[in-house]
Nanobody
């Protein structure tokens, strides 16, 4: 059972930056992939970014490409989401997740991830 503990988030004005962290209870190198998702009120959870923990290959949703960066620190068993140039439409609850083995991380399907963090709120004001 993998436990994921998130930190970071909060409130920021448009154009600002925030960094989210996700600490895993086991070596993330042994996990297949990690991802960040978000869910706004009344909307479905959507994939934001994903990363293969061994190769470091990354994927991004079009809506955040060029603004968000996913990274991992295998020594700290932690995955990060650096969010720059934030927009009001980025406001949501953000979740980190660990994927099932062998899934295509480029799709960032919610059903391909089976361990989830507790969520952290990100609010961007205009």
């Amino acid at each position: 059972q993998v436990q994921l503990v998130q930190s970071g988030g909060g409130s920021v004005q448009a154009g600002g930056s925030l960094r989210l962290s996700c600490a895993a209870s086991e070596y993330i190198y042994s996990l297949y992939g990690m991802g960040w998702f978000r869910q706004a009120p009344g909307k479905e959870r959507e994939g934001v970014a994903s990363i293969y923990t061994r190769t470091g290959a990354t994927y991004y949703a079009d809506s955040v490409k060029g603004r968000f960066t996913i990274s991992r620190d295998n020594a700290k068993n932690t995955v990060y989401l650096q969010m720059n140039s934030l927009k009001p439409e980025d406001t949501a609850m953000y979740y980190c997740a660990a994927s099932k083995p062998g899934v295509p991380l480029s799709n960032m399907r919610v059903t391909d991830f089976n361990y989830w963090g507790q969520g952290t709120q990100v609010t961007v004001s205009s």
